[in-house]
């Protein structure tokens, strides 16, 4: 079932008359995408959770009010944010969150200033999926699963973007309203998150690594088009990067 399938007209009806496979579907599409942002902004994966379940049991209470004027993914992203924001604030961490989702969190550097030239581009660009060692492809879901880990691990703020931007494929102006932030903390956000996952792989791809990154996955756990899918989309952009959003040394 495609991402657009979600929004059109017969489904929304099946999730309005509540449709227990209908909901299967849409929580099994959205439930990890979900979390993986809701910590993002939160900084932790259990509290993440808990707002999501909250955020499912408002989706089945609310579904009957939804016009479509949004995305269904849009409305969804939207609910657990807010949750996820008003969770922050029951705590008494709301001030932290600006720093957070700003790109203001210190001056770091996930790749050092020597894997760029001087115009701000790649001395050695990440090799392309499909350029890869063909046991590599075969092996693809213990790389993807490198690649999972690093997000999972990447700080707040840096996560939700990267998530949103290229698992997703959001754009840049429909994050920064989801998120509420301006375009270009979204550019150091997700500048940063490529960074921190470009040095991540260059670990489990690198010569000395060959064999434990080609090891053959067990049968039962190949790689499916849609990881598969989602790790070209990740490596790519990282082809793609810049030193940083401007071309400026970050």
């Avoid at 979390?35 to 209470?61: K, L, M, P, T």
């Avoid at 894997?115 to 392309?128: C, I, M, N, Y």
Wanted: glycine letters at 8%; one cysteine or more; aromatic letters at 6%.
């Amino acid at each position: 079932m495609n991402d657009r399938a979600f929004d059109s007209p017969d489904f929304l009806e099946r999730l309005r008359r509540g449709e227990e496979m209908a909901y299967r579907r849409l929580v099994h599409r959205y439930h990890g995408v979900l979390v993986g942002v809701a910590s993002g902004v939160i900084g932790s994966r259990a509290q993440a959770e808990e707002v999501v379940q909250d955020s499912w049991i408002a989706v089945f209470n609310n579904i009957s009010g939804f016009e479509g004027r949004s995305s269904l993914a849009s409305w969804l992203y939207t609910i657990v944010l807010n949750r996820a924001r008003t969770r922050i604030g029951k705590e008494g961490r709301l001030v932290g969150l600006p720093a957070v989702l700003d790109g203001s969190q210190g001056e770091e550097r996930a790749v050092p200033a020597s894997a760029f030239r001087d115009d701000g581009h790649w001395v050695e660009a990440p090799r392309l999926w499909d350029v890869l060692d063909p046991e590599r492809v075969v092996a693809g879901r213990q790389l993807w699963t490198h690649v999972q880990e690093a997000i999972a691990a990447l700080p707040a703020g840096q996560k939700a973007v990267i998530i949103l931007r290229d698992m997703e494929d959001k754009t840049g102006e429909e994050i920064c309203a989801l998120l509420q932030i301006t375009p270009e903390n979204q550019r150091v956000l997700l500048h940063r998150a490529r960074a921190r996952i470009r040095t991540a792989i260059d670990r489990v791809t690198a010569p000395g690594a060959k064999a434990a990154a080609a090891a053959p996955a067990p049968a039962a756990a190949r790689l499916r088009p849609g990881p598969l899918a989602r790790l070209a989309a990740v490596w790519r952009a990282l082809v793609e990067m810049v030193a940083c959003p401007r071309g400026r040394p970050a």
